[in-house]
């Protein structure tokens, strides 16, 4: 069956780091683009970045682009997100996603999410 399990979220203090996990079968989502969004209480949700299984080629939303970090580890069929720098505004449920055409609106398949709480 097609899904995605992430984790890795919890509490942390502004200025501190938090790696989220998704398992993800490479099998299944090679000719994916995988990623992760997040949404934060009351507001939509948003694109934070991507990567492709054959190229390894990846993209960040502004907001993150170097902070982020979003990693594929093949012999754990895994892919990573590593935050760093982390900001009160980064506060949000995380969301593994895959899909087809790389969309930065939308995905196939969406996991169950993670929540990730930046104190200030």
């Known amino acids: 069956q097609v899904q995605l399990v992430e984790s890795g979220g919890g509490l942390v203090q502004a200025g501190g780091s938090l790696r989220l996990s998704c398992a993800c079968s490479?099998?299944?989502?090679?000719?994916?683009?995988v990623g992760w969004f997040r949404q934060a209480t009351g507001k939509e949700r948003e694109f934070v970045a991507r990567i492709t299984w054959r190229g390894g080629n990846t993209d960040y939303a502004d907001s993150v682009k170097g902070r982020f970090t979003i990693s594929i580890d093949n012999t754990k069929n895994t892919v990573y997100l590593e935050m760093n720098s982390l900001k009160p505004e980064d506060t949000a449920v995380y969301y593994c996603?895959?899909?087809?055409?790389?969309?930065?609106?939308?995905?196939?398949?969406w996991g169950q999410g993670t929540q990730v709480t930046v104190s200030s």
């Open positions: 490479r099998r299944t989502f090679m000719s994916y683009t």
């Open positions: 996603a895959a899909d087809r055409l790389g969309r930065r609106t939308s995905a196939d398949y």
